[in-house]
């Protein structure tokens, strides 16, 4: 089943860095990500079902950062579609950040919880992106740190369970999984990570374009 796209509905996309993309700077406030990319092939396929599409996401952002702004930017914003891609930074937070810490993929997923039920509870439309890691080589930078291999190998530890959490949470609410991380493997078998993600997190403009690909072929 795909969900149906009606003349004036709100879609919103919300989440951390990936969706963000410097949207705040942009003149529709999408920014130039996958956001922007599957709001203009919506628009040049169906002229006749103009939709608003509004992005809230924040660079940064882990699960608990959502859940601290969701009334005011999400649930206030009274859309009909809600698309989340977070968790980057629930799993990579300590390494980069003096601040951070691990985050257990149960506190993962309470959080992610809490944010999905007041959505369900209103009967809104879910879009859940699992987050992804591609296995580049070579040296990371994220701010003022730099990244090895085996931080990264850490990270994909901590990755998998709660990729986990968003499969089931997916199943729990029935929402609609875009399985990014594999779909992402799949790719970079034949052309190499760094192609779809040159740090192995934010997408290339060939990564955002296979994201909104996949996203739009849960829409009808």
Not at 85 to 94: A, E, K, T, Y
Not at 118 to 143: S, T
Not at 147 to 171: F, M, N, S, T
Request: charged content about 25%; glycine content about 10%; overall charge negative.
């Amino acid at each position: 089943m795909t969900i149906t796209l009606r003349p004036g509905s709100t879609v919103m996309f919300t989440g951390d860095s990936i969706t963000d993309c410097q949207r705040l700077d942009s003149e529709e406030g999408l920014g130039f990500g996958y956001p922007l990319r599957i709001a203009g092939e919506w628009g040049l396929r169906h002229p006749e079902r103009a939709v608003t599409w509004l992005n809230s996401g924040i660079a940064g952002d882990k699960v608990m950062d959502l859940e601290a702004r969701w009334q005011a930017d999400v649930l206030d914003a009274r859309p009909d579609v809600v698309s989340i891609l977070v968790g980057g930074n629930d799993v990579g937070w300590h390494s980069y950040d003096p601040d951070g810490y691990m985050i257990p993929a149960e506190d993962f997923a309470a959080g992610y919880d809490r944010l999905l039920a007041p959505l369900a509870e209103a009967g809104l439309e879910l879009i859940l992106i699992e987050p992804f890691l591609l296995p580049i080589r070579g040296l990371v930078e994220v701010g003022d740190v730099h990244l090895g291999e085996e931080v990264r190998k850490e990270w994909r530890a901590d990755l998998d369970p709660k990729i986990q959490v968003v499969r089931e949470l997916a199943r729990k609410y029935g929402a609609h999984l875009l399985a990014a991380d594999g779909m992402f493997a799949e790719l970079a078998a034949t052309t190499g990570p760094e192609y779809w993600a040159a740090d192995g997190v934010h997408p290339t403009p060939a990564g955002h374009a296979a994201l909104a690909a996949a996203w739009l072929r849960l829409v009808a």
